[in-house]
Structure formats: C-alpha cells, structure tokens
C-alpha cells in the first residue's frame, strides 16, 4: 500500500469547514506538508508543521498533528468555491518528500 | 523575486525522440528536486541534486533518464527515446538547503508521448 494514505474525495457544502485526513508511516519524519494542486497548475505550498508541534493555525487552514497514531489532518474553515483543488499531503524522508495520493475537495453550492 | 520556472509547460514527442526539461531554481536556492506525477497519482520522487552534484538519484528509472544541475544555467532532467510510458506532468522543486526545508514547486513540464 500507499506510504501515505488520503480519502480520495471529500464533498462540502461552501460555508462549512472542510476536514482533510492523512496518515503516514515514518516516525522519523521531520516535518509534513500540505500542497494545493488547482486544475492544470502546478502544487502551491499551503502549510507544513514540524513533527514536534501539535498544531498550526494560519488564517482559514488548521492544521493537526496525532504523532502517536501517525495522523495528520488540514482543515479549511468556512470552504469556499476557490478552495476547489487537490489537496496533497506530504512527509520529508530524508531528501525526499513522500506524497500521498491526493484528496479532490469538491465544493456543493 | 521570481519563483521556480519550468519550461516548456507542454511538450509533445514522438516514441523514440529525446525530451529535454528545463529547470531554474529559485534565486538564493542550490538545491534542486524533480518529480514525476501520473494521471490522477501522487508525486514520486525522481532525482536531487545540488550544483554540479547528485545527491540522490534512486527514484530514477536506471535507462534512459539523466539530471545534471551544472555550475551555470538551469538544471536538465533529460530523457532519451522516449515511450508512451513517460507521458506525466514533471515537477522541479528548489529549497535552500538542507532536508528541512520546504521545497517550492514550478508549474511542471506536461509531457505527452505520442
């Protein structure tokens, strides 16, 4: 299976919060990333947290660390059309990041 | 301050013809990560490199595929005798340094092997 592992598709209605999940295999892991991906475009750095930290809040976007049970969550308050994309979660290993699959965040007017 | 640049965006091959994808870090930034992206797929990792070195290259197929980031210029991922195989969006990411720095991306080179 997957090193790192997301939901393919998450549906929510524009207003509500928007929770993405992730898990991931190495304790090791220094820090973790989530990437925005829009159709056709390249990946947007959103947030990433180090792996000593629980939380990180910037703006809209929370991000949640569960270091024991290897979890990793994004969430977007108040989800807007403009939030539509791929959204891609990342663990550093070493030089190299590795990347889940990707969870496409569709938004219902 | 001009972010990751990647060209060309689109590059269209024959099987058989060599593709050449070009990549310019961002200024201040000596390291530089490609990847690969199939339809609908996560990124894989495929080479690191620093000025005129490769770092890690163990995500590179062992044929055909080459990187070089030299002294001057922008770094090259070069694949030779293409196949239909190799259609994907290539990424270029750039960092300062170091495996604790996030890595910012370019727009990618979507190769499509006809």
């Known amino acids: 299976g997957e090193d790192v592992e997301q939901s393919l598709f998450l549906s929510v209605r524009e207003g509500d919060s928007s929770v993405i999940n992730c898990t991931y295999t190495?304790?090791?892991?220094?820090?973790l990333y989530w990437y925005k991906q829009e159709p056709g475009a390249g990946l947007q750095l959103l947030t990433y947290?180090?792996?000593n930290m629980d939380m990180k809040q910037d703006q809209r976007l929370t991000v949640l660390l569960n270091k024991k049970d290897k979890h990793l969550s994004l969430r977007i308050a108040d989800t807007q059309t403009g939030d539509s994309a791929i959204y891609f979660c990342a663990e550093s290993r070493s030089y190299q990041l590795i990347w889940g699959a990707g969870t496409k965040l569709i938004i219902k007017p | 301050n001009a972010g990751v640049m990647q060209n060309p965006r689109h590059l269209v091959r024959r099987r058989g013809q060599e593709a050449r994808l070009r990549c310019s870090p961002m200024k201040g930034h000596s390291h530089v990560y490609w990847y690969r992206q199939l339809p609908e797929e996560g990124l894989k990792f495929m080479v690191y490199?620093?000025?005129?070195?490769?770092?890690?290259e163990s995500g590179m197929p062992k044929e055909r595929f080459s990187a070089e980031f030299p002294k001057e210029g922008p770094s090259i991922l070069r694949i030779q005798q293409v196949v239909r195989g190799d259609s994907a969006a290539y990424f270029c990411?750039?960092?300062?340094?170091?495996?604790?720095?996030?890595?910012?991306f370019g727009p990618g080179t979507r190769l499509t092997v006809t």
């Open positions: 990411a750039s960092s300062p340094g170091g495996e604790r720095q996030p890595e910012y």
């Open positions: 947290i180090f792996s």
């Open positions: 190495d304790s090791s892991s220094t820090y």
């Open positions: 490199l620093q000025k005129e070195n490769i770092i890690d």
